[in-house]
């Protein structure tokens, strides 16, 4: 839980489809720098990394803005979270700091041509 501080972290995900396979999520923070080296060590105000979720199962940690998925075909619900170094899900009024979009994907997730 954020303390007294003024710091107000947020964050936004964009899906722009790959012209290959899948799609490439940016994720844009503001208050907040991501801290790859910092992971699993003390938290500090202001950093730290993100986890992503698809349908509700963790794909796994973020460590920066950008995250190329690969999505079998049909509708899903990504979720990115931002994390404390300590891996705690930041949360601001009692609620994750978190961003959440679907999509829906028409083509064959998996194949021959996925790099």
């Known amino acids: 839980e954020l303390g007294d501080s003024n710091w ?3 964050v936004e995900v964009v899906a722009h489809k790959d012209p ?3 799609w490439n999520l940016e994720i844009k923070t503001e208050e907040f720098d991501f801290a790859p080296l910092q992971a699993g ?3 500090a105000e202001g950093q730290g990394h993100a986890h992503i979720y698809v349908n509700g199962k963790k794909l796994g940690r973020v460590y920066s803005n950008w995250r190329h998925i690969v999505l079998p075909r049909g509708t899903h619900r990504v979720k ?3 994390n404390s170094n300590e891996h705690a899900t930041l949360v601001r009024d009692g609620k ?3 961003a959440d979009l679907r999509i ?3 083509r064959e997730g998996m194949g021959a041509h996925d790099h």
């Open 104 to 106: 829906e994907e028409d």
């Open 80 to 82: 990115v979270t931002l």
């Open 8 to 10: 107000s972290p947020s």
């Open 20 to 22: 290959v396979s899948g």
């Open 41 to 43: 060590l003390s938290s």
């Open 96 to 98: 994750p700091i978190e």
